[in-house]
Antibody, heavy 122, light 111 residues
C-alpha cells in the first residue's frame, strides 16, 4: 500500500525559500500513470492546490504561485520535492503531498501524506 | 481563479440525509465531470470520498453519493452518523491553465 510522508523545516524566514520533500513508500514513484501534487492549507482555512509532477517529470503549477514554485523528482530516492521562493507570512500553512492515479481515481487525490506545518516568521 | 462556493455549515440529526452544494462556473464544474469530494477530520489529512462526480473509492460507505447539475455539484450523506462530523471540500478540474480549484469547505455537524 502506497504511503506518502512529508518532511522539511517547520520554520522558514521571510523572503527565504521553503523546501519540502515527499517520500513515497510501498510503490515506485515512476511506475504507473501518476501525478504527484503539493497542496496546502492555512490554519483554519481551505485547501489550495500548488502544483504537480507527472511520472515523466513534467510539471504544472497554480498560476497564482507559478513564479515562485518548483516541483522536482528524485526517482533514485523515490521522492519528489517542493521549493517555494520569496515566502511571506501568507505562505504559513500545512503542506500536503498527494497522489492522482490516472488508472484509478483520475483527477482526484486518492492518497495523502499526513501533512507538515510550515511557519514563515523571523 | 476563485474558490468553489460551499455553504459554511450544514447540520443534521443521526439517520437524516444532508446535501452539501459546491458551486463553480462554466470553466470548472460546468465543463468537466471531474469533481471530487474530501472529508477532513480535525488534525487529519483529507480523505477522498467521491471522484468523477459520482464514483466512490473502494472502502467508502455507500451512504456517500455525488451528483452534478450545471455549474453546481453536490454531496449527499444519507443515514447521517456521528463519525460523519467533519469538514468537507469539493474540488474540480478546471482545465490546463488553472488545473484544480477547491471549494471553500463545509463543516458538517451531527446534532
Amino acid at each position: 500500500q502506497v504511503q506518502l510522508q512529508e518532511s522539511g523545516p517547520g520554520l522558514v524566514k521571510p523572503s527565504q525559500t521553503l523546501s519540502l520533500t515527499c517520500s513515497v513508500s510501498g510503490g515506485s514513484i515512476s511506475s504507473g500513470i501518476y501525478y504527484w501534487s503539493w497542496i496546502r492549507q492555512p490554519a483554519g482555512k481551505g485547501l489550495e492546490w500548488i502544483g504537480r509532477l507527472y511520472t515523466s517529470g513534467s510539471t504544472n503549477y497554480n498560476p497564482s504561485l507559478k513564479s515562485r514554485v518548483t516541483i522536482s523528482v528524485d526517482t533514485s530516492k523515490n521522492q519528489f520535492s517542493l521549493r517555494l521562493s520569496s515566502v511571506t507570512a501568507a505562505d504559513t500553512a500545512i503542506y500536503y503531498c498527494a497522489r492522482d492515479d490516472r488508472a484509478g481515481a483520475a483527477f482526484a487525490f486518492d492518497i495523502w501524506g499526513q501533512g507538515t506545518m510550515v511557519t514563515v516568521s523571523s | 481563479q476563485s474558490a468553489l462556493t460551499q455553504p459554511a455549515s450544514v447540520s443534521g440529526s443521526p439517520g437524516q440525509s444532508i446535501t452539501i452544494s459546491c458551486t463553480g462556473t462554466s470553466s470548472d464544474v460546468g465543463s468537466y465531470n471531474l469533481v471530487s469530494w474530501y472529508q477532513q477530520h480535525p488534525g487529519k489529512a483529507p480523505k477522498l470520498m467521491i471522484y468523477e462526480v459520482t464514483k466512490r473509492p473502494s472502502g467508502v460507505s455507500n451512504r456517500f453519493s455525488g451528483s452534478k447539475s450545471g455549474n453546481t455539484a453536490s454531496l449527499t450523506i444519507s443515514g447521517l452518523q456521528a463519525e460523519d462530523e467533519a469538514d468537507y471540500y469539493c474540488c474540480s478540474y478546471a482545465g490546463s491553465g488553472t488545473f484544480y480549484v477547491f471549494g471553500t469547505g463545509t463543516k458538517v455537524t451531527v446534532l
